[in-house]
Nanobody, 115 residues
Framework: QVQLVESGGGLVQAGGSLRLSCAAS????????MGWYRQAPGKQRELVATNTNSGRTNYADSVKGRFGIFRDSAKNTVYLQMNSLKPEDTAVYYC?????????WGQGTQVTVSS
């Protein structure tokens, strides 16, 4: 499995930006897919964005045009750039990696967007 450590969450005003980071314990070249999910209080965990090692990306409709996911292979890190944040983006954000059919999760990082 892959150990993942997220960072970069915090409190931001609506319209602001944050960048989340997810550092992997091994080379991300070998990781088929990495992504970000989020879970708001009382709601199920939902996909935010994913990125495969072939460069294919996928975004939830609610974040298209505002969020961007990208990898830095030299740092074994995947980022989620979040712009034009809205109060409804408030949630715990989790990093996910899929390698050899196994799914690994980070511990999560809180993002709070104030109105």
């Amino acid at each position: 499995q892959v150990q993942l450590v997220e960072s970069g969450g915090g409190l931001v005003q609506a319209g602001g930006s944050l960048r989340l980071s997810c550092a992997a314990s091994r080379s991300i070249f070998s990781i088929y897919a990495m992504g970000w999910y989020r879970q708001a209080p009382g709601k199920q965990r939902e996909l935010v964005a994913t990125n495969t090692n072939s460069g294919r990306t996928n975004y939830a409709d609610s974040v298209k045009g505002r969020f961007g996911i990208f990898r830095d292979s030299a740092k074994n890190t995947v980022y989620l750039q979040m712009n034009s944040l809205k109060p409804e983006d408030t949630a715990v954000y989790y990093c996910n990696a899929i390698k050899d059919g196994l799914s690994s999760w980070g511990q999560g990082t809180q993002v709070t967007v104030s109105s």
